[in-house]
C-alpha cells in the first residue's frame, strides 16, 4: 500500500516543483503526481525526474502528445482516460509507448465528469462511475494492455465506497483509492480515513491519496494515520493519549501536541501513551513502548511495560523524548 500526493505548483516551474516533492519525500510521500497541462510542462518532467527520488506520475487530460512526451521525459506512470484520447490511432500511439517503456496508465473517473448518456441512464452513481471505469479498461484490453491502475473517486464518502465495491469484484487490477475533493485537512481526513479505511479493512486497495485541501504534506501524515489505524503500517509514532478529565492533574493537552509535533517525522514504529491519571493510565502505559501516567504535579514514567521513574511534570516532555530516542 503506497501513499501518493500531487503537487500544487505550476510543472513548468521546475524549481518550485522539485522543491515541494522534496519536502513530500522527507514527509514519507512514496508517489507524486503533477498536473501536465502544456508541452512545456511535459517537457520540464525529465528535469524533475533527474532531482527527485520516488515515481513520478503525469496527469493528463484529453492531449495525446502530452503522453508521449512525458513518457519520452522518462515518466513513471500516466493518469489518462483513454476514452477521452480521440481517434483509435492516438490511443494506441499512447498504448505502444507505454508497452515499450513498461509504463502504467491509470484510468481516473471522477464522479463528477461522468459521461453524459450514462448520467442520463444511471444518474451521477456508483453503477454509472463503474461503468465508465470499465469502458476505458475494455479500451486499453482491446489493444492488449493490461498495465492498468483504476481511480473511481467521489467527493461524497458513500458512493465512493461503493464504487470501488463494485470495481473491485469485476475487476482484478491495482486500485488507487480518495475521496476527492475532500476539504480542509480537518474534514478532509475524517471523509478520507472512513472511505479509504473502509475498504483497506475490506482488503480493496493498492495506492491512496488523501486529498486536502491545505499543505500538501498534511495529505501525507493522514495517509499514514489512516494506513497505522487499519493496520496496515508500522512506521512511525502512534499516540495513545486520554482525554483527560476531572481527575486529570497534569497540563495534558499541551503535553499531547507537544510530544505529537516532535515525534511527527519519525520513521521508526513506535507507541507512546500520554495518560492523565494514575487510575487509568497505567494499564495503557504499560501496554506502549513508552509512556507517562500523570500524578499530582508529575509523572509515572513507563518502558516496556515497567515504571523507570518518576518526574516533575516540567520534566515529563524531555524525558519522554529521551527514552523515545534510546529505543
Ligand atoms: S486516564 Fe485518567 S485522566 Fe485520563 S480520562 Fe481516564 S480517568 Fe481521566
Not at 500520554?274 to 494514575?278: A, R, V
Given at each position: 500500500m503506497r501513499v501518493q500526493s500531487m503537487c500544487n505548483t505550476d510543472t513548468r516551474d521546475i524549481k518550485a516543483t522539485v522543491k515541494q516533492i522534496l519536502e513530500l519525500e522527507k514527509?514519507?510521500?512514496e508517489i507524486v503526481r503533477v498536473a501536465i497541462l502544456d508541452m512545456e510542462a511535459a517537457k520540464a518532467v525529465g528535469k524533475i525526474k533527474k532531482q527527485i527520488h520516488i515515481p513520478l506520475v503525469a496527469d493528463i487530460h484529453f492531449d495525446y502528445k502530452l503522453a508521449l512526451e512525458v513518457i519520452k521525459q522518462g515518466i513513471d506512470k500516466v493518469r489518462i482516460n483513454p476514452g477521452n484520447i480521440g481517434s483509435e490511432d492516438?490511443?494506441?500511439a499512447v498504448v505502444i509507448a507505454c508497452k515499450k517503456n513498461k509504463i502504467p496508465i491509470r484510468i481516473g473517473i471522477n464522479g463528477g465528469s461522468l459521461e453524459k448518456d450514462l448520467l442520463k441512464k444511471y444518474g451521477p452513481t456508483p453503477k454509472a462511475a463503474v461503468e465508465s471505469a470499465l469502458r476505458h479498461v475494455r479500451i486499453l484490453e482491446k489493444l492488449n494492455f493490461r498495465d492498468i491502475f483504476i481511480s473511481?473517486?467521489?467527493s461524497d464518502v458513500?458512493?465512493?465506497i461503493e464504487s470501488y465495491r463494485m470495481l473491485a469484484k469485476k475487476v482484478n487490477y491495482p486500485l488507487h483509492l480518495g475521496v476527492t475533493h475532500a476539504g480542509t485537512p480537518y474534514m478532509g481526513t475524517i471523509k478520507n480515513a472512513i472511505g479509504i479505511g473502509a475498504l483497506i479493512a475490506e482488503g480493496i486497495g493498492d495506492t491512496i491519496r488523501v486529498s486536502l485541501t491545505g499543505d500538501t504534506k498534511e495529505e501525507i501524515r493522514a495517509?499514514?494515520?489512516i494506513l497505522r489505524a487499519v493496520g496496515k503500517r508500522k512506521e512511525g509514532p502512534e499516540i495513545i493519549s486520554c482525554p483527560g478529565c476531572g481527575r486529570t492533574e497534569i497540563n495534558l493537552i499541551s503535553l499531547v501536541e507537544k510530544v505529537e509535533e516532535t515525534l511527527k517525522l519519525i520513521k521508526k514504529p513506535i507507541k507512546v501513551a500520554?495518560?492523565?491519571?494514575?487510575v487509568n493510565g497505567p494499564g495503557e502505559a504499560r501496554e506502549a513502548d513508552i509512556g507517562v501516567a500523570g500524578g499530582k504535579g508529575m509523572g509515572a514514567i513507563f518502558a516496556k511495560g515497567k515504571v523507570i521513574k518518576s518526574v516533575k511534570e516540567k520534566d515529563i516532555l524531555k524525558t519522554l523524548l529521551e527514552e523515545v530516542e534510546k529505543l
Open positions: 514527509a514519507g510521500c492516438k490511443i494506441k473511481i473517486k467521489f458513500t458512493p465512493m495517509g499514514f494515520s500520554i495518560m492523565g491519571c494514575s
